[in-house]
């Protein structure tokens, strides 16, 4: 085969490979849609991806179906997320979690990072550093005064080691140059019950499921973790507006896809997403629930799954947390 002949087959084959990414991308979907959501029914990814589904099965003319693979902290689901075909007709509810997993298992059976197309992400929410209402300290800003005098003393409860909550606490103690010493529990109920009956000082948990029991006044908000004080608690002050500018962390939550899609294809899923998140009713249920709603671009998106995974392992090497 001459040198000539070779360049045109060479360039006939990219062309056929255009052509067939193209009509992928022009077919899709040609059935039903999966959206892995890696926890179990009723918790807050799984609420989320319902919202979610509804409106963008209209909006790509099939059914979208919400499987829960839970078990493992996610990773059974994202497991299965990521040896899916990238043919889009399986996406992955992906929670920040995600990248905390991949900061805290020492071997997975993915990347975290590489198996994984962000498509865009969809909400996030801050967590609130709570505490009994005779606790001594009302602001971020005097929680650090006492920790400062205390050294060692004061201790604040997760739902684990390992999770999110976990994460952001240590973090924050980093962040603010404190001492707190953590006590894990399995569930949320145990841990507020904790804190309430004086066992341990703090609370670092999820906004949502925390909002009822501020308003009436069994417990009292410390502090947000997010940038901005949060619409639903507006009397209760950052960790930045304490003098800690680069403290900034919330659960977010968003939507991916196996890696190895056709970019074509990448960009008509995002397209769809990104229109049944302009469903009014999907805002507003969103916003009543305490989420903060933002679409990204699949860019924006993968990078920060990068990005995230990063911090959390070095958060983890730095508060000598071990891996699992």
């Known amino acids: 085969m001459t040198q000539r002949t070779t360049l045109v087959a060479g360039l006939c084959g990219l062309a056929l490979m255009a052509a067939g990414a193209a009509a ?5 979907p040609e ?4 959206m892995i959501v890696a926890y179990g029914a009723g918790g807050g990814t799984d609420t989320l991806a319902r919202i979610v589904a509804d ?3 209209r909006v790509i003319g099939q059914p ?7 078990g493992a902290g996610g990773t059974i689901g994202a497991d299965a997320a990521a040896k899916a075909s ?4 399986t996406l992955y509810m992906m929670a920040n979690g995600h990248t905390v997993a991949g900061a805290m298992y020492a071997s997975l059976p993915y990347d975290t990072v590489a198996d994984f197309q962000g498509i865009s992400e969809v909400a996030s929410m801050p967590l609130v550093v709570i505490a009994r209402p005779d606790f001594p300290a009302n602001t971020f800003a005097e929680l650090v005064e006492l920790a400062k005098k205390q050294p060692g003393e004061l201790d604040f409860a997760s739902i684990g080691v390992g999770s999110s909550q976990h994460f952001a606490g240590a973090l924050l103690a980093e962040t603010a140059g404190i001492e707190m010493v953590h006590i894990p529990y399995q569930k949320t109920p145990e841990a507020l019950a904790a804190v309430l009956s004086g066992e341990v000082d703090l609370l670092v948990e999820v906004l949502a499921p925390m909002l009822g029991q501020i308003a009436s006044g069994e417990i009292k908000a410390i ?13 209760v002050g950052t960790v930045a507006e304490a003098g800690y500018a680069d403290y900034d962390v919330a659960t977010w939550y968003g939507i991916a896809m196996p890696s190895g899609a056709e970019a074509a294809l990448v960009d008509k899923v995002s397209a769809a997403v990104q229109e049944a998140l302009k469903d009014d009713a999907v805002t507003a249920k969103l916003v009543e629930s305490g989420y903060v709603t933002g679409a990204s671009s699949p860019a924006d998106f993968t990078a920060k799954i990068a990005s995230e995974t990063e911090r959390w392992r070095a958060v983890r090497e730095k508060a000598g947390i071990e891996t699992r």
């Open 24 to 28: 992928q991308a022009q077919s899709w």
């Open 31 to 34: 059935r039903p849609v999966s």
């Open 55 to 57: 409106p963008l099965s």
């Open 64 to 70: 979208v179906v919400v499987e829960n693979r839970p």
């Open 86 to 89: 990238p043919d889009g007709h």
């Open 223 to 235: 502090t947000v973790t997010s940038a901005e004080r949060h619409p639903k608690l507006p009397d």
